[in-house]
């Protein structure tokens, strides 16, 4: 079962905390990992794989108190193990661990602040993935792609005609230096003020002009089920023809 070094308060004691679990599962799933594909034998009853503060790991049953000490981790991940490919099922792993770990690191931040919870993931987003490291692949930073041209960005949702996406949805945070690079000059249609990546915004798909979401009142999550946003000028310009 997890274990509590000494319940971490700060962002600095949490991401340690974060790193040190981080570092005993990637050992199991890498250097590891006969030891541990042996031990997770599926005969045996529902396993779990930890991670501890020490940076050691370990596969055992889940806790018995309810509710949990800490979050625990997928639950049963021997059973799966001889009916798939070897690589596979280490990868399936080490997504369920990179989400225990994420679990781990905010139950303890619970009780930190809007901008220390940013922070917290921010360092914890400039390491590679339990997964990017067992799949040996590189993290890459998301840029623009090609049909969604220079005015696509972070917090912001832009679509086509068609109702498919121009831009993948991202956190404001993502690229977040050069999105201010980018789009810094850009102004929003509606109350003139600067382009941000700490704040929402969408496109219009009929002028292409960029509005906060709150000067059009349009939330994130509004923004999901709108195949193709007109912005209120435009809008009023249709009910006029």
């Known amino acids: 079962m997890a274990s509590i070094s000494s319940s971490p308060r700060t962002v600095e004691e949490i991401f340690k905390d974060y ?46 108190e309810v509710p949990p000490e800490l979050p625990e ?6 059973f799966a193990r001889d009916g798939m490919n070897r690589r596979d099922w280490l990868s399936l792993v080490a997504v369920h661990s990179d989400c225990w770990l994420l679990s781990v690191a905010f139950y303890f931040g619970a009780r930190l602040n809007r901008n220390e919870r940013k922070r917290l993931f ?17 993290p890459i930073k ?20 068609d109702g498919q996406a121009k831009s993948t949805p991202k956190l404001a945070d993502e690229s977040y230096e050069e999105d201010e690079e980018e789009h810094g000059e850009t102004l929003c249609g509606s109350c003139g003020g600067n382009y941000s990546a700490d704040e929402f915004w969408i ?18 999550v509004k923004a999901e089920s709108i195949k193709q946003y007109k912005c209120p000028s435009c809008t009023l310009k249709r009910s006029r023809q």
């Open 142 to 161: 998301d840029k623009p792609s090609a049909d969604s041209g220079s005015r696509s960005r972070g917090s912001s949702i832009k679509r086509s005609s």
């Open 122 to 138: 921010s360092l914890i987003n400039e390491m590679p993935t339990v997964f990017e490291v067992v799949t040996e692949r590189k």
């Open 73 to 78: 981790p997928a639950l049963g991940i021997n």
């Open 203 to 220: 496109g219009c798909d009929i002028c292409e002009k960029w509005y906060h979401g709150k000067c059009v009142k349009i939330t994130p």
């Open 19 to 64: 790193s040190a679990r981080r570092a005993g599962i990637v050992r199991a799933l890498t250097d590891d990992v006969d030891e541990f594909y042996n031990l997770c034998d599926p005969e045996k009853e529902n396993l779990c794989l930890y991670g501890h503060p020490n940076e050691t790991w370990e596969v055992n049953l889940p806790a018995e």
